[in-house]
């Protein structure tokens, strides 16, 4: 199976330059998006139902903001948000059950300049943790995949130096994702290529910044311990244009979905 997860800073406008097609011929067989900035009723019919796929929504309250989405060629035993009215007023997760794992699409909040929105980031990413360690106590595997916010260590961004107190390299969210490490999850990118630099996901659309490669590493496929052994690769699809983020990936060994 191959799982995407695509920021993709606003459906209808990535619509406009071949989204659908790039689609079709990646033909993953779940695709995570986030920044929706979009209710499926402002969406196309070819947008709501793509050949081959269901498709799921979480909107957010506020028009042309936030948002998750989830395109999946298997219908799940069951999608939901998250379930925390403060998180899932801005569409912030979607979760879909397959058995014998749950796929999380997640749109962590950015904290801002000036840590304007750190405290509600912070419970959030609090809050995510818990929910994954509670679905993990119950038996089940976790994929979370999504825009995290956050370069967790100086190798996830082009200018570390430079970053220092910027929102999503502040010390309070890097101290999260060791946390988030230490309860037992896997950041598949790095499970992979420990050490490799110059891997971003996301580029300011100013000064050139993408054509010179000076980005950030801020999504994720994380996944459990007990289903690290079945994901087989990672990947950043920096090729993939559309957004000022590009798509990443895993694989994962082809079982049985439902159990």
């Known amino acids: 199976m191959k799982i995407l997860s695509w920021n993709v800073n606003g459906i209808r406008a990535v619509e406009k330059k071949g989204f659908l097609e790039w689609l079709k011929v990646e033909s993953p067989d779940m695709l995570c998006i986030q920044e929706t900035k979009a209710e499926p009723s402002q969406l196309s019919e070819s947008l709501r139902n793509p ?105 996830d961004l082009a200018r570390p130096d430079n970053n220092e107190g910027s929102a999503g390299f502040l010390p309070q969210e890097r101290a999260w994702f060791d946390a988030w490490l230490e309860a037992g999850f896997v950041d598949t990118f790095r499970h992979f290529y420990p050490d490799k630099r110059d891997c971003y996901s996301w580029w300011t659309f100013r000064s050139g910044a993408r054509e010179r490669n000076v980005g950030w590493r801020i999504d994720y496929h994380c996944v459990d311990c007990g289903f690290l052994s079945r994901v087989k690769s990672a990947g950043i699809r920096t090729e993939v244009y559309g957004s000022d983020h590009c798509p990443v990936e895993i694989e994962v060994a082809a079982e049985p979905i439902f159990s």
């Not at 749950?102 to 995510?128: G, H, M, W």
């Open 51 to 155: 050949d081959g796929y269901f498709s799921y929504w979480a909107s957010a309250k506020q028009k042309g903001y936030s948002g998750t989405a989830i395109y999946s060629k298997t219908q799940p035993l069951d999608v939901q948000p998250l379930g925390v009215a403060e998180f899932d007023d801005e569409g912030r997760v979607l979760q879909a059950d397959y058995g014998d794992f749950t796929l999380i699409c997640a749109y962590f909040p950015n904290s801002q300049d000036f840590t304007k929105r750190l405290p509600y980031k912070l419970e959030f990413c609090a809050v995510i943790l818990e929910h994954c360690k509670n679905l993990v106590s119950q038996g089940k595997h976790i994929v979370l995949c999504g825009d995290y916010n956050v370069a967790h260590t100086r190798i």
